[in-house]
């Protein structure tokens, strides 16, 4: 792929996660990985997250219901914290993990309510 598509993935990807986020996980990646950051980098970020017709906040909601559907408690914890950058708010995540419920059972939603609650009470501890 281009570097373009790598160019515009890392634009993306520190707009969502934050520059700090990105610019560690580029510190901690190694010959081992690295191919596997750019695919990510160039492929989700710069492929499916710069695609017109949702905008970023929608998407980031749907990223949310997903990883949450699916369990990946890592992801959904990093997420969440990006919130912050993408203007999805708490309550908006609550209607989201909601739906989750519903569609993905209630044992996700709940690991996954669990989750939210110690991410937004590191955050509120990170900013006293």
């Known amino acids: 792929m281009s570097n373009d598509r790598f160019d515009q993935g890392m634009a993306m990807r520190k707009s969502v996660l934050g520059a700090e986020h990105v610019a560690r ?10 191919d ?4 990510i980098t160039e492929g989700a970020w710069g492929t499916i997250w710069t695609r ?10 749907l990223t949310l219901a997903i990883i949450a ?18 203007g999805v ?3 908006e995540v609550r209607e989201v993990l909601l739906q ?4 993905a059972g209630v044992p996700a939603a709940n690991s996954a309510f669990g989750i939210a609650k ?8 990170e900013n006293k």
Not at 25 to 33: H, I, L, V, Y
Not at 118 to 125: A, D, G, S, T
Request: aromatic share 8%; no cysteine.
């Open 118 to 125: 110690r991410v937004y009470k590191e955050l509120e501890n």
């Open 25 to 34: 996980a580029e510190a901690n990646k190694t010959d081992f990985d690295a």
């Open 52 to 61: 017109p017709g949702i905008d970023k906040k929608t998407r980031h909601m």
């Open 69 to 86: 559907a699916l369990g990946k408690h890592d992801e959904l914890a990093m997420h969440i914290r990006a919130t912050r950058n993408t």
């Open 100 to 103: 989750v419920s519903v569609y």
């Open 89 to 91: 708010t708490p309550d």
């Open 36 to 39: 596997f950051q750019r695919i």
